[in-house]
């Protein structure tokens, strides 16, 4: 099993930031350089249709200036298959998406989509993409990937983090523990993410399946108070230590 947890650092935000007043300032590309410089295995970027953050130049230069893995997260459609194409990050994950949403909001229905689904991810990996889909930890979605052949899943882990009571916390890092399990038996990577902060990742990177999670929202936005360097090098240290006592006592048995 990995002992080591990739971290892909989002940068969506520090563009939220640039977009609110217009300008260069703060400049994405900035940011994800520094999140590496702190830790970050690879950098995490979402083109929404709506353009609303990231924008197309922000992946170009994000591809073109930096040697590390970028993930283009983006919605299942025709345009947005197309860009990813063209451009060739080293890897998207697919995400649904509507116009009215503040964020993502639950994972992709890929148990229901799957007819719609196979030919685009067919498209994206014969580009060579590493293609993964965001869903629910449900047996359902996860069998569904493995049918429209996604390499990879990254499991919402929303649900979990959002939980404000020990009974639901309890079920739901249950469910993500059941999900990853399930995942690598159907021969699937693991990966996971969707408001992990510094209270909530422990669980999380505990889980030996997982072997990438996806942070970004709350790195931002705690950047504010703490600089982005040691926000996410506080992280990267949160995650190696939950993993590796994570993994001490199958190594003492």
């Known amino acids: 099993m990995r002992e080591q947890l990739r971290l892909g650092v989002n940068v969506d935000h520090v563009a939220t930031i640039r977009n609110a007043r217009g300008g260069s300032h703060p400049d994405p590309l900035v940011a994800a350089r520094l999140a590496i410089e702190a830790g970050a295995d690879g950098i995490t970027a979402h083109l929404r249709e709506d353009r ?3 924008v197309d130049d922000d992946i170009h230069r994000l591809l073109n200036e930096l040697e590390c893995p970028i993930n283009l997260e983006m919605a299942p459609t025709d345009e947005m ?10 890897a998207v994950c697919l995400v649904p998406e509507r116009r009215a949403e503040r964020t ?5 229905d890929a148990a229901g989509q799957q007819n719609w689904l ?3 991810i067919g498209r994206l990996i014969e580009a060579g993409c590493r293609v993964s889909l965001f869903i629910a930890p449900e047996p359902a979605q996860l069998e569904a990937a493995r049918r429209v052949h996604a390499p990879v899943v990254e499991l919402h882990t929303g649900e979990f983090c959002n939980a404000r009571d020990s009974t639901t916390l309890a079920h739901e890092i249950e469910r993500l523990r059941a999900a990853a399990r399930l995942a690598t038996d159907l021969g699937l990577e693991c990966h996971a993410g969707h408001g992990i902060s510094f209270d909530t990742v422990g669980p999380i990177a505990a889980i030996q399946q997982i072997v990438e999670l996806n942070i970004g929202h709350f790195l931002v936005g705690e950047a504010v108070f703490t600089g982005l360097g040691a926000t996410i090098g506080r992280m990267r240290k949160l995650i190696d230590e939950a993993r590796a006592a994570s993994i001490r006592p ?4």
Do not use: M, Y
């Open 52 to 54: 609303r953050h990231i």
């Open 81 to 90: 298959v197309g860009f990813a194409v063209e451009a060739r990050p080293h």
């Open 104 to 108: 993502t909001e639950g994972g992709l």
């Open 118 to 120: 196979a030919p685009k």
């Open 250 to 253: 199958e190594v003492a048995r």
